[in-house]
């Protein structure tokens, strides 16, 4: 499935974190996505895990104290553009 994790970021580094996570994602884990809004503050990332609770649990050990963030599963039957 594809989980969206929607974060405000509260701390810089939230950003240096979030590389350090790209580099030990889980097995059978794909990042498919990662955005910032222009000022920083926002980020949306997309990754394809088997659960959401997976998603969460190693998204918020990097970036745990750096950001609030929400995790969804994508409605990806009605999705435009994203990437498998």
Request: charged letters at 20%; glycine letters at 10%; proline letters at 4%.
């Amino acid at each position: 499935m594809h989980v969206m994790a929607v974060s405000t970021v509260s701390e810089a580094g939230f950003w240096d974190s979030l590389k350090k996570a790209y580099g030990k994602l889980p097995k059978g884990a794909k990042w498919s996505l990662a955005v910032s809004s222009t000022d920083g503050t926002k980020a949306v990332n997309v990754i394809v895990h088997e659960s959401v609770d997976g998603v969460k649990g190693f998204f918020e050990e990097y970036t745990g104290p750096f950001a609030t963030t929400e995790y969804f599963e994508a409605d990806a039957a009605n999705a435009v553009g994203l990437p498998k």
